[in-house]
């Protein structure tokens, strides 16, 4: 079992060596060239364990392109890399004055997971106090950014303003909104989708989706990115709950960084505390017994059961011991999986909802972070049983299928880009014992 171990923690290292660039590490080859925000910070948590150089140099490449305002951009380009829609002549993202001069970006963000990936480094890797030094204004900075433009009326919820930057683009919760924008022929911008010439168009969101996606960023183009103006009129402004759950936990994790640089921590602490109340107040369900995304145009919550809005909250450590019951009864009764010896646990949307697909991105398959998250949830609420099954299926999916993307519940079968980097980083720090 142990040389078993070491095996599969050497076929990870070698997924991460063959996607590192020298700069950062593709998430996955031909399909995501560029380096992605998110990704990065998983990414750097697997490194931690044995490259701490790496792990910082993947950070400080982010770091390098943040933009002028705090924005910690979804995609920074690779100029090198020119078949990927949207690419940076797309997004225009230099029509705002906030841009960064030396990198090409999105103008949209990904969930903020960089200040706990900062700590874990930290925590596992040498020496770190000098990089979190280094890292602490930039941290800040995103933090101040997310609160100040995203919160406008000062809930300390932050709202998202495009499909992508949830992480989760193709998720059922976003078809009602999607549905809303009723684009004339001529509105939808001319473009050419690179992902279906590298994986199977069955896995990838459809070209209806795609139009209001190109859409939204033709929007924001023509805003030039300004917050202000985008808000006022933008069709899509969603409290989504793990975004929020990961802010809240980066939070409080900034905070700690604070402290070990002689920094004060109050700030952060408040700031996150807050978030964790609202979290739990105005977007709990009580009679789902989960949390739900809410819709900030509708002005209602999203009535989707989807597996990230259960596991982000105990990830974060958001509700209290017998709301967090009720969210593992949830998980554990509807079509989760993680009481189904017949459903690789957890389905990233319930199998019994209405368009669930076991192999279509964001609409059912089995996603390595996302169990990561509730593994580590699950053990901080004490439920050490069903915690060890994520831990398995984490093993049992990289072991048997490899390290794709993401995975059919129903089958393990792996789907998407293979050699998917934070699948293989997130096995290493499950392997090695990571915590947080």
Avoid at 73 to 83: D, G, L, R, W, Y
Avoid at 90 to 104: I, Y
Avoid at 149 to 178: K, Q
Avoid at 365 to 372: A, E, L, R, T
Wanted: hydrophobic fraction near 35%.
């Amino acid at each position: 079992m142990a040389q078993d171990r070491e095996a599969l923690i050497r076929q990870a290292k070698a997924v991460l060596e063959f996607n590192w660039t020298g700069e950062y590490t593709q998430p996955g080859p031909r399909l995501y060239p560029h380096q992605w925000s998110w990704d990065s910070a998983l990414i750097a948590m697997g490194y931690a364990h044995y490259d701490q150089a790496r792990a910082e140099k993947e950070m400080r490449h982010l770091f390098s392109a943040q933009w002028k305002n705090g924005l910690l951009p979804q995609i920074v380009f690779n100029t090198e890399f020119h078949n990927y829609f949207p690419g940076p002549s797309f997004w225009h993202a230099g029509e705002s004055p906030d841009a960064p001069e030396h990198h090409r970006t999105s103008g949209v963000v990904l969930p903020p997971a960089h200040a706990t990936a900062a700590l874990h480094l930290y925590r596992h890797a040498g020496d770190a106090r000098a990089f979190l030094k280094e890292a602490f204004p930039h941290l800040e900075a995103w933090h101040e950014y997310l609160y100040r433009e995203r919160d406008p009326a000062g809930e300390a919820l932050v709202y998202i303003r495009h499909p992508w930057e949830s992480g989760m683009d193709n998720s059922p919760m976003w078809d009602a909104i999607l549905q809303r924008l009723h684009l004339r022929k001529g509105e939808i911008p001319t473009y050419r989708r690179a992902d279906t010439q590298t994986v199977s168009s069955q896995d990838r969101p459809t070209s209806a989706s795609y139009d209001r996606f190109a859409w939204l960023v033709k929007f924001f183009a023509e805003r030039e990115y300004d917050e202000q103006r985008i808000r006022e009129d933008c069709p899509f402004l969603v409290q989504d709950v793990l975004f929020n759950s990961l802010l809240c936990k980066s939070g409080r994790d900034l905070a700690e960084i604070a402290r070990v640089l002689g920094e004060d921590p109050s700030p952060f602490e408040e700031r996150s505390e807050k978030t964790a109340r609202a979290i739990d107040e105005k977007l709990w369900d009580e009679e789902r017994g989960t949390y739900l995304d809410y819709d900030l145009r509708s002005g209602a919550p999203i009535p989707v059961y989807f597996a990230p809005n259960l596991v982000g909250p105990l990830y974060a450590g958001v509700p209290d011991d017998s709301r967090a019951g009720r969210v593992v009864e949830s998980l554990e009764k509807d079509g989760f999986g993680l009481a189904d010896e017949g459903v690789m646990p957890v389905p990233s949307y319930d199998i019994n909802g209405y368009g669930f697909s076991p192999e279509q991105y964001w609409r059912g398959p089995v996603w390595i972070n996302i169990d990561w998250f509730l593994m580590h949830g699950l053990e901080d609420y004490g439920y050490t049983a069903q915690a060890e099954r994520l831990r398995r299926t984490i093993v049992d999916l990289c072991e048997g299928s490899g390290f794709h993307e993401y995975f059919d519940p129903l089958s393990g079968e792996g789907h998407g880009s293979v050699l998917f980097s934070w699948s293989a980083a997130l096995l290493i720090d499950t392997l090695m014992d990571g915590g947080r």
